[in-house]
């Protein structure tokens, strides 16, 4: 590898660090944190705030050598190719797929041409709009243009890894690059730390167009004896799980609320609430659906990946779990809404998501 390029990695590691850095106690949570890390996605837009997939550590420029049957020059483009996504915010899955991609069209290897006016890691063309020649011989631009493609995709975080890259590339050969899957995992694994969860992040919808918000037993329920208040449900999962869109809709708030009951100043989202003395839903997102149902989104780990005004999909990754706000512990507090966003509009969300056909966890 050149020392240009390696000079480049070392000044993105230190970058990535530091967009990072809000997320680094994510690495706490044990080995279901890099599984979990890798279904991080975005809802039809890059995250506002700092990438879940902090969770894994930057290629090290000091660390690149042969890996199995790849030697170290193509090791080095499949980091850049990682590190370029880190930069971007593009989860653990989206490396997998241009890892393999760039492996089916050139061997990890930047070449100078290919069929027709093909070019670099990614064989893109300059006469189909990619860039210029000496733009798309440059690992670091070629990746960028691979996942800024692949972010305009939908839902290509759940499909099989050949469709997605055959969206992206129109290759001749739409099926060649499934082969390469597994060998891409293992570099990605290799190269960042996450070891598992690096597949497909599929969410089942159901024929009404709903589904679960997340796969969680559910905790506390909606206006019970002992909280006749809590006018939602508590669906209990680990910290960092991806939280889905419920249905198609237009999120109609991302806020902070998190209060200290000692001082009625603000608490913080950026930390975990406490039960006693913090009150509010922390970090949380609603969405606004077809027939005036809102759905509601509580607790949330960090700064949701969503922004008022965004379309969203039914099962897009609108943020992650966490304990904000009034919590004792991770898990994501649901509610659903008919008509408004109050708590005198607030429904019983277990029969509701019944009649949708997408029950919550039990």
């Not at 069209?105 to 093909?118: K, M």
């Not at 009404?208 to 006018?231: E, I, L, N």
């Not at 149902?293 to 965004?310: A, D, E, K, N, W």
Request: charged content about 15%.
């Amino acid at each position: 590898m050149s020392t240009r390029l390696l000079s480049w990695i070392a000044a993105a590691v230190a970058g990535t660090i530091l967009l990072c850095s809000g997320l680094a106690t994510i690495l706490m949570f044990g080995g279901d944190g890099a599984a979990i890390a890798a279904c991080y996605t975005t809802a039809s837009a890059a995250p506002s705030g700092p990438s879940a997939a902090a969770s894994a550590h930057v290629p090290s420029p000091g660390g690149i050598g042969p890996i199995g049957e790849w030697n170290a020059e193509q090791v080095g483009n499949a980091a850049v190719i990682i590190t370029v996504g880190m930069r971007l915010h593009i989860p653990p899955r989206g490396w997998v797929i241009a890892v393999a991609t760039a492996m089916q069209e050139s061997s990890l290897i930047n070449t100078l041409g290919g069929d027709r006016d093909s070019i670099g890691l990614f064989q893109q063309r300059p006469s189909q709009g990619w860039g210029t020649p000496e733009q798309l011989h440059d690992p670091q631009y070629a990746a960028a243009k691979f996942y800024q493609k692949l972010q305009t995709i939908g839902g290509w975080q759940a499909m099989p890894l050949t469709e997605a890259a055959q969206k992206v590339q129109i290759s001749a050969y739409p099926d060649a690059y499934a082969k390469w899957e597994v060998d891409a995992s293992r570099l990605v694994a290799a190269l960042t730390g996450v070891s598992a969860g690096l597949a497909a992040c599929a969410a089942t919808v159901s024929a009404q167009g709903w589904t679960q918000p997340v796969h969680g037993k559910v905790g506390s329920g909606f206006r019970t004896a002992d909280r006749p208040t809590h006018d939602g449900i508590d669906l209990i999962v680990p910290k960092g799980t991806p939280i889905h869109s419920a249905s198609a809709g237009t999120v109609s708030r991302v806020r902070c609320n998190a209060i200290d009951v000692r001082t009625g100043g603000d608490w913080g989202c950026d930390r975990d609430g406490d039960p006693n003395l913090t009150r509010g839903c922390g970090w949380y997102v609603d969405i606004d659906h077809a027939g005036g149902v809102v759905t509601r989104y509580c607790h949330q780990l960090i700064r949701p990946y969503v922004h008022v005004g965004q379309h969203v999909n039914a099962g897009d990754v609108i943020g992650i779990s966490g304990s904000s706000g009034h919590s004792s512990g991770s898990h994501v507090h649901y509610e659903v809404h008919l008509g408004g966003h109050t708590s005198a509009t607030a429904v019983d969300p277990a029969p509701f998501m019944a009649s949708v056909g997408a029950a919550l966890s039990q």
